[in-house]
């Protein structure tokens, strides 16, 4: 990794660093507050949603589709921050990582939040989230940092 490359990396990673740890403290307020945290605008959401079918929108688009996507979006944040923090070569810490943060917590509101309602669902979403946030720290990391350069080859004597 050359100078330049190095400094940029520096501070990517720096910046990173701080929004992760303001991310995972509102991930950890939404995902483990003790009642849904759509519980008041649910209705709201329902009549725009009716608003929206009035307008064209195709039926199959409910609230069901927006709470999968709010979820998708919810973790993108999760792969983008965790590959810009770890690196390219280690792309593969964003999906798994964020996966296994969707699983505790969706286990976490199964044993300790009796209004929460933990899914499989929810943890599909999330870990497409990641993997999404994942794709677009590569595409963030190559335009910032330029290509990798290619690994030397192991030269046997």
Do not use: K
Not at 9 to 17: E, K, M, N, P
Not at 23 to 30: K, R
Not at 46 to 71: K, R, S
């Amino acid at each position: 990794m050359n100078a330049i490359r190095r400094h940029r990396h520096s501070l990517l990673r720096g910046g990173a660093l701080w929004i992760v740890l303001a991310y995972f403290v509102a991930l950890a307020l939404i995902a483990f507050w003790p009642t849904p945290v759509d519980r008041d605008v649910h209705g709201a959401i329902g009549a725009f949603v009716t608003w929206l079918h009035a307008q064209g929108m195709p039926n199959q688009v409910g609230y069901d589709t927006i709470e999968f996507t709010a979820n998708i979006a919810l973790f993108i944040p999760v792969g983008l921050l965790l590959v810009v923090l770890a690196g390219a070569r280690r792309w593969w810490l964003g999906p798994v990582i964020g996966a296994l943060i969707s699983a505790m917590i969706e286990l976490g509101q199964l044993v300790f939040l009796p209004e929460r309602f933990a899914t499989v669902n929810d943890v599909v979403a999330n870990s497409l989230g990641a993997v999404v946030g994942t794709v677009l720290a590569l595409i963030v990391l190559r335009i910032t940092l330029g290509p990798c350069p290619a690994a030397r080859p192991i030269q046997l004597q």
